[in-house]
């Protein structure tokens, strides 16, 4: 039994079912979701989904992304980091910006058309017990409860897991203090700064800002002014007003969509809880500067997927545990450190500290070898390697 229908949980559902293990998915929502989250697929996830044939079609659909990069606005400066240098590493040197309600209705496609995959929406997971051979799982749908036994249940229930509150479990961490403001638009950045990548993490004198490009339109994460509060900062005048600061437009710029969120930084103090294994953002949370999240989560339920396989076929259960310790020290050293760590450099407000650090990436970006090593890092590679080695 799979709880919750997101990226993860879909995915999971595929990979077992790559593996001729049959499961049952409950969603709570009757709809495909449509929110502006993740919009960036790195390469090592797009080297995993191959094997479930999702990769082709997020190609097709996506925009390939060769460099991304760190700039100071007012003067155009640079660090590029080119990810043809992973050439070796993976068989796609380049990250894909295809976004999260897309991959959502692609992985909801393939479920329904897979037999092996029992996808029940509607379906709102309340309370979970846990006895020596199964789970038993309170679902109410449509005004009526039922009682469903499981023998495992994946847990991939999100941020706010219903499965990890009723199993009391312990979620560490921190909400960082600011709100982001995530507003999209089409007007064409490219045309009008210098030398911009399709995924730009920038310094201004205000303070920072990030554009990501996706297919047809420009992703702008923005920070309401210090003191300004979310609503105000929210305001389609206000919105407009900022973004007129980063590129003058007489025309005025149509905002297609604009949407605050916070972000947290929590992990589970282990991803097993007896019969309950917990995957994606139900077992940690960190900040999107990065874009490592989703791909996170992914990589989680193949792992997740494979272990379960091998144990519904007579393998040993301490393959699960096995799961635990090759995913959560990942999570925890390699992408909540290196999220936090971008976001606490793009927070950064002192101009030499800022001129320094940019020396510091150019330096990194221009040596071959040195930014290989950064990227296989920012690219969730090493991570997974890491992973690989621990038994
Ligand atoms: C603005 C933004 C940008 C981001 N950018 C990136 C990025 O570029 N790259 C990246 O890797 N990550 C990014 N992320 C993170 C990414 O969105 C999440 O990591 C991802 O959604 C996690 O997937 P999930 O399947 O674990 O959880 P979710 O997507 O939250 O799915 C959980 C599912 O469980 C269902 N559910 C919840 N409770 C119940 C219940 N009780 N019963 C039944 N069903 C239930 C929900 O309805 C939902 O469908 C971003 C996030 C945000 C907010």
């Not at 509060?229 to 389609?236: D, G, Q």
């Not at 407009?240 to 007489?250: A, D, F, G, M």
């Amino acid at each position: 039994m799979i709880v919750g229908a997101g990226p993860v949980g879909l995915v999971a559902a595929l990979s077992l079912a790559a593996r001729g293990v049959p499961s049952v998915v409950l969603e709570r929502e009757t709809r495909a979701p449509t929110d502006l989250r993740a919009s960036t697929f790195h390469p090592p996830t797009l080297d995993l989904l191959e094997a479930l044939d999702l990769t082709a079609p997020i190609l097709a659909g996506g925009l390939r992304v060769p460099e991304w990069q760190v700039r100071q606005h007012e003067t155009h400066e640079r660090a590029v980091f080119d990810l043809s240098v992973l050439a070796r590493d993976t068989r796609h040197p380049y990250r894909v910006q295809f976004e999260q309600a897309d991959f959502c209705a692609l992985l909801l496609r393939r479920a329904g058309d897979c037999d092996a995959i029992d996808l029940r929406r509607g379906q709102v997971v309340e309370q979970i017990e846990q006895q020596a051979d199964r789970v038993t799982l309170d679902v109410a749908m449509n005004g009526d409860r039922q009682r469903l036994q499981a023998r495992w249940v994946i847990a991939a229930d999100g941020a706010s897991s219903t499965l990890r509150e009723a199993l009391g479990l312990n979620f560490a961490g921190l909400t960082y203090p600011e709100t982001t403001l995530l507003a999209t638009t089409r007007f064409p950045f490219e045309d009008h700064l210098p030398g911009l990548s399709w995924v730009n993490h920038v310094w201004y004198a205000q303070g920072t800002f990030s554009l990501l490009r996706v297919p047809d339109r420009w992703r702008i994460s923005l920070y309401p002014a210090d003191g300004e509060i979310v609503a105000a900062a929210l305001r389609p005048e206000r919105l407009q007003s900022r973004l007129q600061e980063i590129v003058p437009n007489p025309g005025g710029y149509e905002i297609i969509e604009a949407r605050p969120y916070r972000i947290h930084q929590r992990i589970l103090d282990c991803y097993r809880a007896g019969r309950v294994l917990f995957a994606g953002d139900a077992a940690h949370l960190n900040s999107p500067s990065g874009g490592m999240g989703m791909n996170c989560g992914i990589h989680d339920a193949v792992n997740l997927a494979e272990k379960l396989a091998a144990v519904l076929a007579g393998g040993d259960e301490s393959l699960l545990d096995l799961y635990d310790r090759q995913r959560r020290p990942i999570a925890r050293e390699e992408i909540l450190k290196q999220a936090d760590g971008n976001r606490r450099r793009m927070q950064q407000r002192d101009p030499a500290w800022r001129r320094r650090e940019l020396a510091r990436l150019q330096a990194i970006a221009a040596d071959r070898d040195a930014a290989r090593e950064f990227l296989l890092r920012s690219s969730m590679i090493s991570g997974l390697r890491k992973a690989a080695a621990m038994t």
